[in-house]
T-cell receptor, first 114, second 115 residues
Framework: AQSVTQLDSHVSVSEGTPVLLRCNYS??????LFWYVQHPNKGLQLLLK??????LVKGINGFEAEFKKSETSFHLTKPSAHMSDAAEYFC????????????FGKGTKLSVKP | DTGVSQDPRHKITKRGQNVTFRCDPI?????LYWYRQTLGQGPEFLTY????????KSRLLSDRFSAERPKGSFSTLEIQRTEQGDSAMYLC?????????????FGEGSRLTVL
């Protein structure tokens, strides 16, 4: 069965410092993986996606994620945090054979201190 | 606005009442999904449609829940005899059909509070 585990429920960084949000996945097949962001009272927005092309994926707002098959990881990074990055981040795997159904992790809340 | 829209954005109801949520997907998307998100959790899949056909339902979707997409465009999600445990954000998403391997496009959700 496919699943994702977000290793931190809450991450706090200072503005201008790097961001690392960790995600491990479990899949019997080569998965499609996504990171979504959810700002308060807003819908889910796609940050980036991995669909078996380049292992280093660049997304919006300066975020990147690297697919590491040997480590079954898909960690999200950003070199320099901005106050507007404060939000909930979800690591997501596409469920094989379920016509695009997505399995979400429990989320990591990112706080950015001035 | 050409995104996914949901209505109402907020609903407060008393236990035992029925509620209905509406979702209007992106117009060219023939797949439509419903998810539920409770506090502190990621969204959980409820059901999805391809055009007007409901092709998959989660075991989370109890008999009190019914979803329809009668003309293959907008969809409704009805909850009968609401319980306090139904309090959650109900998210709708859409995507193009077969052959598309990308993301889902989400609406802003309908937040349900059952008193």
């Amino acid at each position: 069965a496919q699943s994702v585990t977000q290793l931190d429920s809450h991450v706090s960084v200072s503005e201008g410092t790097p961001v690392l949000l960790r995600c491990n996945y479990s899949s019997s097949y080569s998965p499609s993986l996504f990171w979504y962001v959810q700002h308060p009272n807003k819908g889910l927005q796609l940050l980036l996606k991995y669909t078996s092309a380049a292992t280093l994926v660049k997304g919006i707002n300066g975020f990147e994620a690297e697919f590491k098959k040997s480590e079954t990881s898909f960690h999200l990074t950003k070199p320099s945090a901005h106050m507007s990055d404060a939000a909930e981040y979800f690591c997501v795997v596409s469920l094989i054979g379920s016509q695009g159904n997505l399995i979400f992790g429990k989320g990591t809340k990112l706080s950015v201190k001035p | 606005d050409t995104g996914v829209s949901q209505d109402p954005r907020h609903k407060i109801t008393k236990r035992g009442q029925n509620v209905t949520f509406r979702c209007d997907p992106i117009s060219e998307h023939n797949r439509l999904y419903w998810y539920r998100q409770t506090l502190g959790q990621g969204p959980e899949f409820l059901t999805y449609f391809q055009n007007e056909a409901q092709l998959e339902k989660s075991r989370l979707l109890s008999d009190r829940f019914s979803a329809e997409r009668p003309k293959g465009s907008f969809s409704t999600l009805e909850i009968q005899r609401t319980e306090q445990g139904d309090s959650a954000m109900y998210l709708c998403a859409s995507r193009p059909g077969q052959g598309y391997t990308g993301e889902l496009f989400f609406g802003e959700g309908s937040r349900l509070t059952v008193l």
